[in-house]
T-cell receptor
Framework: GAVVSQHPSWVICKSGTSVKIECRSL??????MFWYRQFPKQSLMLMAT?????????EQGVEKDKFLINHASLTLSTLTVTSAHPEDSSFYIC????????????FGPGTRLTVT | GENVEQHPSTLSVQEGDSAVIKCTYS??????FPWYKQELGKRPQLIID?????GEKKDQRIAVTLNKTAKHFSLHITETQPEDSAVYFC???????????FGKGTRLSVIA
C-alpha cells in the first residue's frame, strides 16, 4: 500500500517553455503532498507544501509564480515549471502523507527535468 | 523551522566493518526520525525510522539510536557489504502536516 507515482519520469524541454509534472497517490487519499527538488550530489530541498483544495505554501526563495502547484483532488497534485531555464534542471520528487496522524512520507519515483 | 545537520559527508569502510552516521536536529517538536538510502536517479528508500518515544530500534544489520535531550540520532550499519554503498539521508519532522527536513547526506562507500 501507500504507492505514489509521478509522470513523466524524465523530460527534456527547451528554455522558455513550461513543463507539468503529475504526482498521484494510487491507493490512498493524500490530504497533503510535498514537492522537493534535488540537484546533483545535494540533498532534497523542500519547495512547497500542497494541501488539497487550498493554495500551496512555498518555502522561502521558491518563486510561486514560476513553480505552480495545484492540488485539486485527494489523489493528484501537479507542479508546473513555467518559463523553464537551464538552472531549473533538477530531480523533482513529490511526497505524500496518509493523513495528518501519519508519520511516514511516501515518495514518488521522481522526475528528471533537463532544460536545454 | 527545523534544521538537520548530518555528518560525515563521506564515509569509507572496509567490507565487514561498521558504519556510523550522525545527525542533529534543532526543533524540539520533531518526533519522527527516518533514515533513507538513495541510489543514483532513484527515490529515497526508507530503511529504518524511530519515533520520539523510543530510544533505539534495530532491524537486522541496521540500528538507529535517538537522544531527545541532546537532539541527535544516529544510524549504525554493522557487517557492511558492498551493496550498502549509497547515499544515506537522515530526516526529521513533527506531527500534523509538516514536511520532512533532510540532512545533507552521507556518501557511504564499502570497499571489498
Amino acid at each position: 500500500g501507500a504507492v505514489v507515482s509521478q509522470h513523466p519520469s524524465w523530460v527534456i524541454c527547451k528554455s522558455g517553455t513550461s513543463v507539468k509534472i503529475e504526482c498521484r497517490s494510487l491507493d490512498f487519499q493524500a490530504t497533503t503532498m510535498f514537492w522537493y527538488r534535488q540537484f546533483p550530489k545535494q540533498s532534497l530541498m523542500l519547495m512547497a507544501t500542497s494541501n488539497e483544495g487550498s493554495k500551496a505554501t512555498y518555502e522561502q526563495g521558491v518563486e510561486k509564480d514560476k513553480f505552480l502547484i495545484n492540488h485539486a483532488s485527494l489523489t493528484l497534485s501537479t507542479l508546473t515549471v513555467t518559463s523553464a531555464h537551464p538552472e531549473d534542471s533538477s530531480f523533482y520528487i513529490c511526497s505524500a502523507l496518509v493523513g495528518i496522524f501519519s508519520y511516514e512520507q511516501y515518495f514518488g519515483p521522481g522526475t528528471r527535468l533537463t532544460v536545454t | 523551522g527545523e534544521n538537520v545537520e548530518q555528518h560525515p559527508s563521506t564515509l569509507s569502510v572496509q567490507e565487514g566493518d561498521s558504519a556510523v552516521i550522525k545527525c542533529t536536529y534543532s526543533d524540539s517538536a520533531s518526533n519522527y526520525f527516518p533514515w533513507y538510502k538513495q541510489e543514483l536517479g532513484k527515490r529515497p528508500q526508507l530503511i529504518i525510522d524511530i519515533r520520539s518515544n523510543v530510544g533505539e530500534k534495530k532491524d537486522q544489520r541496521i540500528a538507529v539510536t535517538l537522544n531527545k535531550t541532546a537532539k541527535h540520532f544516529s544510524l549504525h550499519i554493522t557487517e557492511t557489504q558492498p551493496e550498502d554503498s549509497a547515499v544515506y539521508f537522515c530526516a526529521a519532522r513533527s506531527s500534523g502536516n509538516t514536511p520532512l527536513v533532510f540532512g545533507k547526506g552521507t556518501r557511504l562507500s564499502v570497499i571489498a
